[in-house]
């Protein structure tokens, strides 16, 4: 399984970035598209996830401000991110579950936010 990331960049507070993660290979039992991120000096942190099933989750901190989509005939994953603050800087990685095997990561994209 492969997981590439996109849409990463610099934008200042309060603009917008779209993420994209395009996964390939064996992915039969796909179950959960998502994405984490990582500041520098701080813990990984799930940022949102979406099921097979459109059920999706979101951290707290980006509620009402991020929308993860899901287009599972095209296995991409898309984090629409607004209203965007210094604080989401970090390196945001895309992630997949299946329901039978283990979880694959991708190499991530860096999100920069200038105050």
């Known amino acids: 399984v492969q997981l590439q990331a996109s849409g990463g960049g610099l934008v200042q507070a309060g603009g917008s970035l779209r993420l994209s993660c395009v996964a390939s290979?064996?992915?039969?039992?796909?179950?959960?598209m998502g994405w984490y991120r990582q500041a520098p000096g701080k813990q990984r942190e799930l940022v949102a996830y979406?099921?097979?099933?459109?059920?999706?989750n979101y951290a707290d901190s980006v509620k009402g401000r991020f929308t993860i989509s899901r287009d599972t005939a095209k296995n991409t994953v898309y984090l629409q991110m607004n209203s965007l603050k210094p604080e989401d800087t970090g390196v945001y990685s895309c992630?997949?579950?299946?329901?039978?095997?283990?979880?694959?990561w991708g190499l991530g994209t860096l999100v920069t936010v200038s105050s």
């Open positions: 290979g064996s992915l039969f039992s796909l179950y959960v």
């Open positions: 979406i099921t097979r099933g459109s059920t999706t």
């Open positions: 992630y997949v579950k299946f329901i039978i095997g283990k979880d694959h």
